[in-house]
């Protein structure tokens, strides 16, 4: 069973940048579809951004180039960088492999 885990969270200023990882145990890491997901407070999970094994990448429209994902297989690594976060960008961040495994979520909390 694959083990998913991420890393990277915290506690910011608003202005910040972050920078979230998720390492997937297991072998073939870079022929999935990898994806980080968020849900806020009283909100329902949203996808973020996600990445195809050839590299190709996919964000959701209110990120406006504020968020980076990447991957390196060598690590069976994903990235999520976070720059000039917000207070609503406060939530419980997600790695997910496609199709169904999911890491226990991270906080990230965005407050003055």
């Known amino acids: 069973q694959v083990r998913i885990e991420e890393s990277g969270g915290g506690s910011v200023q608003p202005g910040s940048s972050l920078r979230l990882a998720c390492v997937a145990s297991g072998s073939e890491f870079s022929t999935y579809i990898m994806a980080w997901h968020r849900q806020r407070p009283g909100s329902q999970r949203e996808v973020v951004a996600s990445i195809s094994r050839d590299f190709g990448r996919s964000y959701a429209l209110w990120v406006k180039d504020r968020f980076t994902i990447d991957r390196d297989n060598a690590r069976n690594t994903v990235y999520l960088q976070l720059n000039n976060l917000r207070p609503d960008d406060s939530a419980v961040y997600y790695c997910?492999?496609?199709?169904?495994?999911w890491g226990q979520g991270i906080q990230v909390t965005v407050s003055s």
């Open positions: 997910h492999r496609y199709p169904d495994s």
